[in-house]
């Protein structure tokens, strides 16, 4: 008796085990069904934080598509295609209910240029290769460097690297101070940088760096007294010299 009763206690365990198994798969068949239906279908493409690029030439880089499944649209490859160009550092790409494909860059900005041959080598504050072109862009200008590396999409390399990374941080804080360096050249143990083709400012990047303060005040003299011509020696310690060019 004992044991026909166990045996019946065990039937009804496994049909219930079936019958919850059989629930599970019809829920889960129905909530595939649900989120494959055409109301998560992608019905709008947002592209946010651009600035170089368009809305539209992001979504072509990025080759996201209207009218594919919100939840089948592959956001990993989406970003792994942004990344891969060059003006695009980071990109996020989000789905946002019940219809929308959310792609989110930052970009890199151009910052400086560097002549080769008859072409500019377009480059951000990082040394990153943007692009290259024919016409002069409104950046510094970079001369007297030794190129080794010159591929768009890779960090610009160049003999005397260390001297490079610290211009780049003297690029980068133009803004700041409101100073604009035309050109700066590289061809000496210092650099040259050039705020009028005739004015100069002379020294390391790193001392020309520290005293961008004092270098801002320096040349607001200058433009006072109407002088531009000279060169404006930079040491350490805040040391500055000027010597006016003779005409």
Not at 23 to 46: E, N, V
Not at 48 to 72: C, D, M, P
Not at 103 to 121: H, L, M, N, S
Not at 168 to 190: G, H, N, Q, T
Request: aromatic share 10%; proline share 3%.
């Amino acid at each position: 008796m004992t044991e026909r009763i166990t045996r019946k206690k065990k039937r009804r365990r496994k049909k219930r085990y079936l019958l919850k198994f059989i629930l599970i798969i019809a829920l889960g068949t129905g909530i595939y069904y649900f989120l494959t239906s055409p109301l998560f279908d992608i019905q709008k493409l947002t592209v946010i934080n651009n600035q170089y690029y368009t809305e539209q030439q992001v979504i072509s880089i990025a080759e996201a598509r209207v009218g594919e499944n919100l939840f089948k649209a592959p956001t990993s490859e989406i970003k792994d295609k942004l990344l891969k160009d060059p003006y695009i550092k980071n990109a996020e790409v989000e789905r946002k209910l019940p219809d929308e494909l959310v792609i989110t860059v930052e970009e890199r900005k151009e910052a400086a240029a560097v002549p080769y041959g008859d072409q500019f080598i377009l480059i951000d504050v990082e040394g990153m290769i943007l692009r290259k072109t024919d016409v002069e862009p409104a950046l510094t200008l970079f001369t007297g460097m030794t190129l080794t590396n010159i591929q768009v999409g890779t960090p610009l390399q160049v003999e005397g690297n260390s001297m490079l990374a610290d211009t780049l941080k003297l690029i980068k804080s133009m803004e700041e101070y409101d100073i604009f360096f035309k050109r700066i050249d590289f061809s000496s143990v210092v650099i040259r940088a050039y705020i009028y083709d005739n004015l100069i400012c002379e020294g390391t990047p790193e001392n020309i760096l520290k005293g961008m303060d004092d270098l801002e005040d320096v040349l607001y003299d200058l433009y006072v007294q109407g002088i531009e011509r000279g060169v404006i020696k930079v040491g350490g310690n805040g040391y500055y010299s000027f010597s006016a060019l003779v005409e």
